[in-house]
C-alpha cells in the first residue's frame, strides 16, 4: 500500500536528512519533489498546493532551519500535516437508536456491495449488533443477487428480493423488516450512481429522506485519481456525507484519495477495505496510515528521536571518557539506562509494518529489556567507590550486591566480565582510532558502548 | 459521417460536465494574456487536474513555454494548440478492434482491474457485434465475484448471446476452454471471455490468466487473438500501474477507458499513450448499451479542452 507514494516521500526526505545545515534552497527544493510526489499519487491539486504551502510555512519559519537537526524537523513537520491531512485521530460509527440506518452510496465499482458485507459482518462479530442487510440497487443486473451471496458467507441476514420492487419500497420493507425482528443495524446498499446523474441522486436524496440514515458512508475508490474531490463534495452536498469507506487500500493503490477525501469533505474516513476477504476492513487509524505513508521514514524518525532524548551532553561526555579507554561501571550504568529507553522505543519500533529491515536489526542487538533493568539494579547495589574500580569486588562484596539487587552472584560476575570486556575492546578500538566509525554505525545512537551485548 | 457526429455530440456532451471546469479554467486565465511564468504554472495545474499526470502535463507546457513565451495569446488560440498537441499524442493509439471473421471464433480477453467496468463493457462489446453482424459468444470466467456469472448472464439475455457458466469458484481455465469448444460448435465469430480482476492478490490472478491462456492456446494457438485491458477514467495515476502489471501478467493488447461520462476527465490515457503506445479501441461514456464507442483522438482532445467538434467534421 502506498509504495509509490512512500518511495517518493521517503526518497525526497531522505536526502534531506543526510545533510547538515539546510538553506531556503533546499526546502525549496524538497517541497517541490513532495508536490510532484504527493500528485504522481493523485493527491488532489488543491490539497496538495494546501499541503506544500503550510509545510513550507512551518518548515521556513524561525527556528526550525537554525535548530540543529533542521532535517529532522522538516520530517517531522512533514508527518504531522499528514496526520492532519487524514484527520487526527480514528472515529467510530455513530449508531443511535435501533434500528440504526446505515446508507451506503458512491459511483459504480467503488465496491459498496463488498463493503456493506464487510461492515454488516464487522458489526456482527465485533460490535456484537444484529445486522440486517438490504440492496437497493435494481440497475445492475444481480446486484442484489451479489448482496444476498455475500450475507450468506458473512453470516448476515440479507433482505427477501422480490422482483420489480423500486428502491424506495425495498428501503420501506427493509426498515419494517428491522424494527419488527429488532435488528440492531439497518445497512442499505444503494446503486452506484454517477454524481452528475440527476434522477438517481434524486433518488437517493428520497431514500435518505425516508430511512433517516444514522450514518451516510460514502463509499471511495483508493485509485481514483483527481476527480476524487469533485465526487465526495458533490455526494457530500447532495446527500450530506457522514463518511467515508475507502476500499482498495490494497492493491498497488497510491492512495493519493485517502490524503483528498477528507480534507475536501471534513469528513472522516471510518473504515478502509485492506483486501479481498470479507474480514479485510479496518477502522482508520490516522496516524498509523501517516507513519505507513512515511515508511522508512518514519521509523527513522523515531530512531532519531529516540537518540534526542538521549541527553546530547552525557553522549558527548561519555564519548570523550571512552575515546580517552576510561569506561567504569558508573559510565556503563548510563550506557544501560540509555539502552533501556531504546529498548522501549523497539517495542513501539516492532509493531510498526513495512520494517521488516529494521526489526532485524533491533532483534540483533538483543536488547532484553528485563536483563538491562537487572544489571541496573545490580551496579546500582555497588558503592561510588565500586563502581569507579570494579577490581576490587572480590567474593564477599560479590555476595552482598548480589543480594542487594535480587541476583545471583553469577550475573554479578556476567557483568562484572562484560564491562572488562568493553574496556579492553574500547583500548583496542582506540588504538585502532576507528571509535567514530563505530559510533556513528547502524543507526546507533552516538554513545552506545559496542559491546553492549546483555546475553 | 452523421454517425460519427452523433458519436461526438455524445461524447462532447459528456465530456462538457467533465472538462467545463478545466476549459472555464483555461478561459479564465487565457483570455488574451501574456504567456509567462505565472500562466504556464496554472495551465500546467489545469492539465494535472485533467489527470494528465505531471509528467506529461509539464511537458505540455514546457513546450508551450519554448514555443510561445512572451507572447500574447488567445483563449481559443491556446486551446487549439494544446488540442493539436495532445490529438498528435492519442493518433497513434487510435486504432479500431477489427474481429477476423475467418478466426471462428475471435477470441477476446477481457482484463482490469475489478470494478472497472469488465462485465457491462462485455456486455456492450457483445451488442455492438451483435449488432454489426458477428455472432458472440460470452464466457463468465469470473468465477471469484459473487453474482458476477448472474450479471453476465443477464447481459447474454439482453443481447441475445450464449453464455458459458460455471459454479462459483469453478476453475476458470476450464471454463475458458469449454466456451472456445462451444463457440466453435456453433460456429460464433467472437468469443468474448470475462475475468475476475483480483489485484490485490497477484500471484492468484497471474496463474489464473496464465492458465487460461495455455488452455485457449492448446485449441487454438493464436488465441487469445485480443487482449483488452479496461481502465476506469476516474482512475488517476493509478491507471499507469495498472497497465503495467497487467502487461506483466498478459499480452495487452489494446485498451477500454470506461466511465468517460462523470466529470472524470480521463486525462491519463495521454499520458498512457506516450508511455505504453497500447492502442485505445473504445471509450464507455454512459449507461446504456449504445454508449461504448470507438476512440478518436481529435474527438477526445477537443472535448477534453472543451472545444467544438473537429475541424475534419466544420458544422454545416
Redesign the interface.
Known sequence: MFE?LTQRLTGVLDRLRRRGALSERDVEEALREIR?AL????VA?PVVKDFVRDVRARAVGQEVLRSVTPAQMVVKIVHDRLVELLGGRNEDLRLGAPPAVVLMTG?????KTTTTAKLARHLEKRARKRVLVASLDT?????R??LA??AR?AGVESLAIVPGEDALAIARRALERARRAGFDVLILDTAGR???DEELMAELAAVRDLVRPAETLLVA?A??????V??ARTFDERIGITGVVLT?L?????G?AALSVRAVTGRPIKFVGV??KLEDLQPFHPERMASRILDMGDVVTLVERAAETLEKEEAERLARRMARGRFDLEDLRKQLDQVRRLGGMSGILAQLPGIARLRKQIDASRLDEKLIVRQCAIIDSMTPEERRHPEIIHASRKRRIAAGSGTTVQEVNRLLKQHREMQKMLKRVKKAGGLGKLLGAAGMPPGLPPGVRPH | MSGERGWFGRLRERLS?TSR?LGARLGALVRRRRVDDELLEELE?AL????M??ETATRLTERLRRERFGREVEERELRETLAGWITEILARVERPLTVDPTRRPHVILVVG?????KTTTIGKLAHRFAAEGPRPVLAACDT????????L???GERVGAPVVTGR?GADAAGLAYEALQRARREGADVLLIDTAG????KKALMDELAKIRRVLKKLDPEAPHDTLLVL?A??????H?QVA?FRELVEVTGLVVT?L?????GG?VVALAERFGLPVHFVGVG?GVEDLRPFRAGAFARALLDLDAPAEAPAS
Open positions: 509509490g510532484v500528485l504522481e499519487a493523485d491539486l459511483l459504480q465499482g467503488s465496491g440497475r445492475r443486473p444481480a446486484a443477487e451479489q451471496t455475500l458467507q454517477l454524481h452528475v475508490d485509485l481514483t485519481g483527481q476527480d476524487a469533485q465526487v482498495r490494497d492493491g498497488d493503490a497510491r493519493g483486501g479481498e | 460536465r471546469a495545474e494535472i487536474l485533467a489527470d499526470g505531471v482491474v475489478n470494478g472497472t467496468g471469484f465475484r459473487a453474482a458476477a456469472v448472474e450479471q448472464v443477464a447481459w462459483p483480483r489485484l490485490h492478490n476506469d476516474t482512475t488517476g495515476q493509478n491507471a500501474a502489471t466511465k461520462d462523470g466529470t472524470a476527465k491519463v449507461e
